[in-house]
Nanobody
């Protein structure tokens, strides 16, 4: 069974950086798309970034382009989200997710089959 475990969240100040990690286990991920979503208090879960496990194609939500970088280490089965120039608007619980079908929409949470438990990111002004 696929399991996803996030880490790396915390409390930072505006302008700081954080790197989130997601360790994936329990499967072969070669045909997967892996993504990061986030959910702020009182808001719906929203897409942040995604990466095709094979090939490394990346996708970003407009508000994080140029600030966030998604990457993966295939040998270690770990996905990363490097977040720079953080703002208070980035405050949210960040979730790692896995989609078994690389041909679907990488931007919709409904496409993803597996989810981690989330890690809190808080950015103070």
């Amino acid at each position: 069974q696929v399991q996803l475990v996030e880490s790396g969240g915390g409390l930072v100040q505006a302008g700081d950086s954080l790197r989130l990690s997601c360790v994936a286990s329990g499967g072969s991920f070669s045909g997967y798309v892996m993504g990061w979503f986030r959910q702020a208090p009182g808001k719906e879960r929203e897409f942040a970034a995604a990466i095709r496990w094979s090939g490394g194609n990346t996708y970003y939500e407009d508000s994080v382009k140029g600030r966030f970088t998604i990457a993966r280490d295939v040998a270690k089965n770990v996905m990363y989200l490097q977040m720079n120039s953080l703002t208070p608007e980035d405050t949210a619980v960040y979730y790692c997710a896995a989609d078994r079908d690389y041909s679907g929409s990488h931007y919709s949470s409904y496409e993803y089959d597996y989810w981690g438990q989330g890690t809190q990111v808080t950015v103070s002004s």
